[in-house]
């Protein structure tokens, strides 16, 4: 692979275009608003690398229709029969473009002298693609340029190409490292700012992960590195079906640290593998794998009736491994998912399995109270996952976290009114955002009077938990995603 954080610009590592491609010829200051509209061509695709042409399309994709680039590139590079090493520089260049987002559009405007907001949309993707490249990858900065401008010509001409190859020209004057000192904020008056900065996150999302961390914010470094990583696969091996042992061995991955279902792949489209199309096996984050095993393993008053509920269902991932075990217990499981084709997901991935899938709000289910444990894995910031959704830390904005709280306050309220006296609920989210996590499990046991577990408990072996009762895991102290769990017993 080709990517680096510190690279060494002048190891060429991959196969490039070389030659300017006319590049020497073009002058700053062309192609931005100001400049003389010219109706777009034909895109000529002919002559243009396959690998970076997909990935400028999924960057278009994102920016244009807020498409999510994990979703479209498989397909692309299905469309386009892209495999190998093709395929994997289209997916580093798309996804890490789009992790580097903030980082690279503060150094195309000190490279362009005015802000992003005044470069055409396709221009801007095609100089994220090319910034990203000469400051994080080691391919030769003569091929990122030249085959940005190439992107560029084939659609809009040579005036744009030229805009183009000044700008990714001046990027490429200095390393990332020098760009950093040169734009991040200081880092001894402002550390997290300086953080956000040279990690590429939003300020508001670094301060977020600081403050989860507490005493620890001195990892702070190390949680926004681990974002910026290309993330590990994990496939979840379904109970009763095949172990994690002999998934390891199918698939050639390595068996997870933690879950005992879990398989960790060095790359490749897990969807291919014969174990997931066969439905012995399925993608799932470890830290997802431990809160629906930490569901099962929370002791309950008296004997467990085989009630179980999941009231934030979709898209099934939990509900699976969930139903794999109720089956094995000998209990069945409801599972809730308010949109149609969510819970449409959630009926394929549990098929088979004592699971019934009911399409309503998790707020008011229309369900018999009752139940022995209850999961609710609430809709959340996703703070916790950003690094398997490449584009999510810019899309997501401070001002989403309030509405959703609200929201996760009133599913476990309606959680805490299902649940036997003596049973349990587990609250979960893939965020370490403390509004949407200690907060909202402090206001629950104020209100309801639910009882704290000690979290940790659940989920035996896995080290680094802090003082509990709640549990955060974090990709850099797990590998997992930075998922929150805490279990509450309701009061007999
Ligand atoms: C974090 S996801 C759950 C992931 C799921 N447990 C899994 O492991 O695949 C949150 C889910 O809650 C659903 N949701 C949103 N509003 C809801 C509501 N009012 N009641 C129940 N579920 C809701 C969303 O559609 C989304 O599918």
Known sequence: MTESRR????????????????????????????????????????????????????????????AYANLVLPGLLRDRKMDGRDAALAT?????????????????????????????GPLLDVLRLGAYQLLRTRIAP????????????????????????????????????????????????????????EYAHPVWIAQAFADALGADAAELEAVLAADDARPVVHLVARPGEISAEELALVTGGEVGPYSPYAVHL????????????????????EGSQLVARALTLAPVVGDDGGRWLDLCAGPGGKA???????????????????????????????????????VADGREPGLAPGYDRVLVDAPCTGLGALRRRPEARWRRQPSDVAALVKLQRELLASA????????????????????????VVADAVRRHGVVPLDTR?????????????????????????AMFMAALRKPE
């Open 266 to 285: 060095d790359g490749g489209d897990p969807g291919q593998l014969d174990a997931v199309r066969e439905g012995l096996a399925g993608v799932q984050d």
């Open 7 to 66: 690279p060494s610009r002048g190891n060429r590592a991959n196969p490039s275009k070389s030659g300017d491609g006319g590049a020497g010829k073009a002058r700053a200051g062309k192609g931005g608003p100001n400049t003389r509209p010219r109706q777009p061509r034909r895109p000529d695709d002919a002559g243009v690398d396959q690998p970076r042409l997909a990935a400028r399309d999924v960057l278009r994709a994102v920016r244009e229709r807020d």
């Open 320 to 358: 699976a491994l969930l139903g794999a075990l109720a089956d094995i217990e000998g209990a069945r499981v409801d599972a809730v998912e308010p949109a149609e084709h969510r819970a449409d997901l959630v009926r394929k991935t549990t098929r088979g399995l004592p699971v019934d899938v009911h």
């Open 142 to 197: 003569h091929a990122a340029v030249a085959t940005s401008v190439d992107l560029v010509r084939g659609e809009f001409g040579g005036g744009k190409a030229g805009f183009v190859n000044a700008v990714l020209r001046r990027v490429a004057e200095k390393s990332e490292d020098q760009w950093v000192a040169e734009l991040a904020p200081d880092a001894a008056s402002d550390p997290v700012g300086h953080l956000a900065f």
């Open 457 to 481: 408990e659940l989920v035996p072996g896995v080290p680094d938990l802090g003082e509990g009762p709640g549990v955060q895991l974090w990709p850099h102290r797990h590998g997992t995603d």
């Open 92 to 120: 580093e260049l798309a996804y890490g473009a789009s992790r580097a987002r903030g980082l690279l559009d503060a150094v195309i405007a000190a490279g362009a002298g005015r802000s992003v907001d005044e470069i055409d």
């Open 416 to 439: 805490i009114s299902l649940v036997r006296p003596g049973g349990v609920v587990l609250y979960s989210t893939c965020s370490p955002h403390l509004s949407e996590t200690v907060a």
